[in-house]
């Protein structure tokens, strides 16, 4: 496929552009996107993510005119660790900090899924040291879960011997975090 | 300096070993992208918890010996004069924009220069390793081995949905970017090469030149990587890269074959013209020494060229970018005394091979 800008080169990059809830296809090279990414001040070689904020920016631009000068929604949802605000991470198409995945976490999926080609949840590696904490966690959560079915149900017995092994696990838990 | 002794340093030691497949794949490369929990990513972290990071990277495994790897030494970015950083981005061990933008940049080095990590680049943590040839399974063996071990004293940001935490949404989840140099000019001659950058596209990878663009890359390089890193595992992403090379490379095997069959003495001509453009000229450009050196090693993995080592393409590409010419000649070049150096260089590194002849 030929690149839309120059007509000449191969395309490189490829992505879907919603605005307005119109949905626009790009195909563009690499020197194109090069061309069109030296508009942010003093970001030179971040070409890419002059794209991908076109892409993030599947919302429409905040231009509502509120009359008392309202903060819009998009406006609120500012990360509290680094100050990053949803619509500068829009715009530049990078996150602050780790704070931020929480912060913008209703707003994530649809750019993951774009991105990734549908996937939204990690599945690959685990780093050992705090992954097996992760683990614990996990199957505390799925335990407490059961539990409730089980309580529901009026299953007591099998309750109690849930809470038991809930306790135990929660137990090493906590010898691990002191450990 | 003797050319020899240029050449030995400016050529990492991994470059040197032959790799399967080289007379396709040059290299092979997996990155990973990390992060440290509590600090933010660089782009918006203060200096001072940045050169606390590199500081702290420096006293934990500077000057430590890692098991495979041997000694690994930190070297920071401002310490260094800008030629001997473009040394570097030209041996691909860090980026330009670790090179020219970061703050409190610094970059882990081993010995033989297969493993390079990049602190406080786009991230604060880029782990990279290259081999020669094709590869990709122990690159990914090798980082995921650099990975745990840093893992041991750093604590990354993790999250068990998302995976590692990055800067970018692009590299969220694995953080892994695997990718293969690969030189395919008879695909590119056969006009196939049109035909299958879309088809690769499709797959979820991405193509492009190296030196140039698409279907016109200079050299007939290009760089093929995964693009998705969320919601695979490391394995699943560098296999699905895999066979994907593994098609290509049989397609540039047939297609080689076919020139051969069909056109043997437009092939010898075309290899031999440039061959003899390389031994004579005494001024090139970059451009056309790429072209002519990607002719020659071709001619000499079809068997047309006999004597020439199959390394002198790879060697040569990375030996006439101007950083390289400027630390041999010793001083600041022009673009014009550029391009007499590098008639020069590539005319005594084919002399160097004649003489091993005799
Ligand atoms: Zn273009
Ligand atoms: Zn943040």
């Known amino acids: ?179 | 300096m003797s050319l020899q002794q240029f050449i030995s340093q400016a050529i990492s030691p991994w470059m040197k070993k032959e790799g399967p497949n080289s007379d396709i794949v040059l290299s092979s490369r997996v990155r990973l992208a990390r992060n440290i929990q509590d600090v933010p990513f660089p782009m918006l972290a203060s200096t001072e918890s940045l050169v606390s990071l590199s500081d702290r990277v420096k006293s934990e495994y500077s000057g430590h010996s890692h098991h495979r790897f041997g000694t690994i030494e930190l070297l920071n970015t401002g310490d260094m004069k800008q030629n001997e950083k473009r040394v570097l981005v030209e041996k691909h061990l860090i980026s330009p924009a670790l090179s020219d933008e970061s703050r409190a940049g610094a970059v882990l080095l081993s010995e033989d220069e297969s493993l390079s990590v990049m602190i406080n680049e786009e991230d604060h943590i880029r782990i990279q390793c290259l081999l020669s040839g094709f590869q990709l399974s122990e690159a990914l063996k090798l980082a995921n081995e650099v990975d745990d071990w840093l893992e041991d004293k750093l604590d990354f940001a993790f999250d068990e949905k998302r995976g590692y935490l990055t800067s970018c949404p692009t590299n969220v989840g694995t953080g892994l970017r695997a990718s293969v140099m690969m030189h395919l000019p008879a695909l590119v001659i056969t006009r196939q090469m049109n035909r299958i950058l879309p088809a690769v596209n499709q797959l979820g990878l991405v193509v492009r030149g190296i030196y140039g663009e698409g279907s016109e890359a200079q050299g007939n390089l290009f760089q093929i990587s995964n693009q998705i890193t969320l919601g695979k595992t490391e394995e699943d992403i560098v296999q699905d890269l895999q066979s994907v090379v593994l098609q290509l490379i049989q397609q540039e095997r047939a297609a080689r074959k076919a020139l051969l069959e069909q056109s043997r003495v437009q092939m010898e001509d075309r290899v031999y013209r440039s061959y003899g453009i390389l031994a004579y000229s005494r001024t090139m450009e970059s451009k056309e020494a790429t072209k002519r050196l990607s002719d020659v090693r071709l001619g000499i993995d079809m068997g047309i060229i006999k004597d020439v080592s199959a390394n002198i393409l790879n060697e040569l590409m990375i030996l006439t970018q101007p950083g390289f010419l400027q630390q041999y000649a010793g001083e600041v070049l022009s673009p014009e005394q550029r391009d007499q150096r590098r008639a020069t260089l590539i005319r005594d590194r084919l002399r160097l091979e004649t003489k091993k002849d005799n």
């Open chain 1, 1 to 179: 496929m030929l690149c839309q800008e120059c007509n000449e080169r191969q395309a490189t990059l490829h992505f879907t552009k919603i605005i307005n809830g119109e949905k626009t296809e790009i195909h563009i090279c690499d020197v194109c996107a090069k061309e069109k990414g030296d508009h942010i001040p003093g970001s030179k070689g971040f070409s890419i993510h002059q794209l991908l904020s076109g892409l993030l920016d599947f919302e429409q631009p905040v231009s509502h005119p509120t009359s008392q000068g309202g903060t819009s929604r998009r406006e609120a949802l500012r990360c509290p660790s680094c100050e990053m605000t949803y619509d500068k991470f829009a715009q530049i198409g990078r996150f602050g900090c780790a704070d931020c995945y929480k912060t913008f976490q209703s707003k994530l999926d649809p750019i993951f899924k774009r991105i990734h080609s549908g996937n939204v949840v990690h599945g690959g590696k685990v780093p050992k040291r705090i992954g097996k904490d992760l683990h614990l966690h996990k199957e505390i959560e799925k335990r407490k879960q059961e539990l409730q079915a089980l309580i529901a149900k009026e299953e007591f017995e099998q309750a109690a011997e849930l809470r038991d092994r809930i306790r135990s696990l929660e137990k090493s838990l906590a010898e691990k975090k002191e450990g």
